[in-house]
Nanobody, 125 residues
């Protein structure tokens, strides 16, 4: 059984930084795509970034390019989302999702079948 556990959300001031963690169990880390999504109140869920755990190829939504970095630590079965220069518009519930795959690339437009419970990120002064 594949399980996903996300964590690391917090209240942070504009311009600040935060690192989210996504621990995946039941999936060999070199055999899947891991993605971060976010949903702000009253808005549709948005794919933020993804990483292929074998190739380390990544993708980002335009609004976070240059500010967010996704990375993986296969030894810890964990994917991180390092967020910098945070803006109030980044406030949302962030959720991690996993998809077993043999592909070497990733997309937030794929269907992810395994989800974490979500972690709240609030950017406010």
């Amino acid at each position: 059984q594949l399980q996903v556990e996300d964590s690391g959300g917090d209240l942070v001031q504009p311009g600040g930084s935060l690192r989210l963690s996504c621990k995946v169990s039941g999936l060999r880390m070199t055999a899947g795509n891991i993605a971060w999504f976010r949903q702000a109140p009253g808005k549709e869920r948005e794919g933020v970034s993804c990483i292929n755990t074998e190739s380390s190829r990544t993708n980002y939504v335009d609004s976070v390019k240059g500010r967010f970095v996704i990375s993986r630590d296969n030894a810890k079965n964990t994917v991180y989302l390092q967020m910098s220069s945070l803006e109030p518009e980044d406030t949302a519930v962030y959720s991690c999702a996993a998809k077993p795959t043999v592909a070497t690339g990733c997309s937030v437009l794929e269907k992810y079948g395994y989800w974490g419970q979500g972690t709240q990120v609030t950017v406010s002064s």
